[in-house]
């Protein structure tokens, strides 16, 4: 009967789509997209992303019992569908940028402000059939209110005290403790998806690559599986591995200066520079190697644009060794400075429940038991035929973010040994047909998983692409993590979250 | 029990620090030399001093990425004088990223108007010079000379630490040109 046991079997009430790879999409009419948001009430179904095009709703979900990935969609003629934001809080912000971008409006939201919109775009509701005409002044934002004796607020930003990007925080403090953080976020919106639309494959995969910039991997990853998917092209095996290379030297880069800066900003200059002086090294090897250091453009659909010259395993061998060394001195560091641990340890805690709600991934999930990683589950090759942990811990503070750093660094470098000796020989790219079709596909950034769902049209160009961000779901539990905490302690949990400002904001 | 911070500082006394040293290992990707050249064009046109306010107007966070790595002991820009400030009230440079996004036109706008006379602006990457990729887009007005007068543009996606060296160097000079 439907309604019952797993999410594929409660879409079979709605109509599948014949184009859709690899993963099921379904259409659902009005009832059914109703059915589906009461049935997200009991059901263990972790939101994945949710977004627009044209007039029709699309929202990912995974079944938790059997990791299975489908993707339900509701055509919208009149303009309104009935909002999930209500079963999954992790939806809300996504809604309200689907409101901002295409003009559907999520009925039953009680947060109705805009989110990406400030009211300085040239023309409202921007990417609809028929957009309407400019705000005539930017608007006003009412934050949430909290009200109390000798309460008063601290704004920060758009624009921080250090490098950091832009994004206005609205505190609520009584003296030094936080009682209320609210984020406004949309600063850095550029329109990706309107830049993607049309675009041949090839210029799509550069913008792609450019919508965060520490997760250019992932990105470039995820969107050429997505193009593979559609195209029904699998990449040559090297292809496959390489990446995988690419993804993991990415992650550590990323990794070791996240310890760095969170110490850093714990008043711990000491770890940052070795950190910097760690993830140099990396950079480098990157730039000889492949020929960039953040290893932007590598990965393209069909496969690698750089193949790995001999003698290049053995340079990655060299840099490994001593890396892994010094990485091990900085933990040991990090572990036996009482006063540095001391400022970690009990801050910023993120309930496990909270995480699981919103469907947290990365650090910030597995920091608060959340143990989910789209290496595993799904999984995609060549990660199947490797042996890898997933570090979950409980303790869902700054500290258990800093141990899952450190964790999936020891993985990685782990892993990136077991890349270069199973390493197969032979192309590094399959040519691309010119032709239409759908597909979607999920990669592990550093941060949690990145989805990119893509249409192309005919000539083979992309008529839609939507990508999205871990941090849609991370920064909303950072407003919950500072609750309680001092303003002084914010940037350590800031750090500790390290969400992706231009990824969020598209 | 020697705790392990003393290691590293025993290390450093004996090993020295990781900043790449000067004429005994000539650098061959010419980092050496530059800094030798930032350091000196500083030293003489700013009395050892030049404060930097970044502002990211939009950016991928590539850019930031790298701006990072100037101020890491490997390329230390700190050790020349130039340094990176907390505030625009601070500022003699603002280093501005990214393609200027409509949402962010303002609050540039209002930091150019906060930092004090003379100024100087950096534009940042490729995104800076003319809103690189998502140049043409709604909600992205292009470069950062769309808003503020911009004295330098800095090229890369994003600019190598290396690069965001030489392109300090070559501001230095506009800036006696202009003195």
Redesign the interface.
């Known amino acids: 009967m439907p309604g019952q046991g797993t999410l594929r079997d409660f879409l079979t009430i709605g109509h599948p789509v014949a184009a859709a790879r690899p993963w099921p999409r379904v259409e659902l009419d009005a009832k059914c997209w109703r059915l589906l948001i009461e049935r997200l009430g009991g059901a263990d179904w972790i939101l994945l992303a949710e977004w627009a095009t044209g007039d029709s709703v699309h929202v990912a979900l995974r079944d938790e019992a059997n990791g299975e990935i489908s993707i339900a969609s509701r055509a919208c003629p009149d303009g309104r569908f009935v909002a999930l934001g209500q079963m999954r809080p992790g939806a809300i912000r996504l809604e309200r940028a689907i409101h901002d971008l295409w003009g559907l409006v999520p009925e039953g939201l009680d947060d109705q402000r805009p989110w990406l919109d ?1 009211g ?4 409202r509701r ?1 990417l609809a059939a028929q957009p309407d005409l400019a705000a005539d002044a ?1 608007y006003r934002y009412d934050f949430l209110a909290a009200e109390g004796d000798g309460l008063h607020q601290i704004p920060v930003g ?2 921080h ?6 994004g206005h925080f609205r505190f609520h403090a009584q003296g030094e403790t936080v009682v209320r953080l609210e984020e406004r976020l ?7 998806a ?2 993607l639309m049309g675009k041949p494959v090839a ?1 799509a995969a ?2 792609i690559a ?5 997760s ?1 991997v992932a990105y470039s990853l995820a969107f050429a599986r997505a193009v593979e998917a559609a195209l029904d092209v699998t990449p040559p095996p090297r292809a496959q591995w390489i990446r995988a290379l690419l993804a993991e030297l990415e992650r550590i880069a990323n990794h070791v ?1 996240d310890i760095g800066a969170i110490c850093n900003d714990a008043a711990f200059v ?1 770890m940052l ?2 950190m ?2 760690l ?2 090294r990396v ?1 480098r090897v990157n ?1 000889g190697l492949f020929g960039h ?2 290893l ?1 453009d590598r990965i393209v659909p069909g496969g690698v644009a750089v193949d790995l010259r001999e003698g290049a395993a053995d340079a990655i061998r060299k840099l490994l060794h001593g890396f892994a060394k010094d990485f091990r ?1 900085a933990v ?2 990090y572990n ?2 009482p006063s540095l641990i001391d400022r970690t340890t009990g801050t910023g805690f993120v309930a496990a429940t909270l995480a699981h709600r919103f469907g947290a991934g990365g650090f910030v999930g597995r920091a608060s038991r959340s143990g989910h990683d789209a290496r595993k589950t799904p999984g995609y090759p060549p990660y199947d035929d490797l042996d890898f942990a997933i570090p979950v811990l409980a303790e869902g503070d700054v500290h258990a973010r800093i141990e899952v750093r450190i964790a999936e660094v020891q993985a990685s470098l782990g892993l990136i040994e077991q890349i270069l000796t199973k390493l197969p020989s032979g192309s590094v790219l399959a040519p691309l047909p010119a032709r239409t079709g759908e597909g979607v596909a999920v990669a592990e950034s550093f941060r949690g998983e990145v989805l990119v769902w893509v249409r192309l049209d005919e000539r083979g160009h992309v008529a839609q692409c939507h990508p999205h961000d871990p941090s849609w779901f991370q920064w909303p539990l950072l407003e919950a993590a500072i609750e309680g905490n001092i303003v002084a302690d914010f940037p350590v949990c800031n750090k500790s979250f390290n969400c ?3 990824g969020h904001d598209l | 029990m020697i705790p392990p911070i003393a290691h590293f500082f025993f290390r450093h006394l004996f090993k020295g620090a990781f900043t790449q040293k000067g004429r005994v290992e000539p650098d061959a990707d010419g980092v050496v030399e530059l800094a030798e050249a930032v350091g000196q064009a500083a030293r003489g046109r700013l009395g050892r001093s030049l404060a930097i306010r970044e502002v990211d107007a939009g950016s991928c966070n590539a850019c930031e990425l790298e701006l990072h790595a100037v101020n890491n002991p490997v390329y230390d820009l700190e050790r020349f004088g130039i340094r990176f400030v907390a505030s625009p009230r601070h500022a003699d440079v603002l280093l501005v990223t990214g393609p200027v996004t409509a949402n962010m036109a303002e609050a540039l706008k209002r930091t150019y108007d906060a930092t004090p006379d003379p100024k100087w602006v950096v534009a940042l990457g490729d995104c800076g010079a003319d809103g690189g990729c998502f140049a043409g887009t709604y909600a992205v007005l292009g470069g950062v000379d769309q808003v503020i007068p911009v004295d330098l543009h800095i090229p890369g996606c994003p600019p190598s630490p290396k690069r965001v060296l030489a392109g300090l160097l070559a501001l230095l000079e506009s800036v006696a040109a202009k003195g």
């Open positions: 400030h300085r775009w040239p023309r921007p930017p758009p624009v005290a250090g490098i950091i990007e832009p949309g600063y850095v919106h550029k329109g990706i309107a830049a210029q550069k913008i450019r919508v965060s910039g520490d250019t200066f000491l520079s070795h910097g002086v993830r140099e950079l730039e250091r953040l932007m001195k040991h560091l036996e400075t992706s400002y231009s």
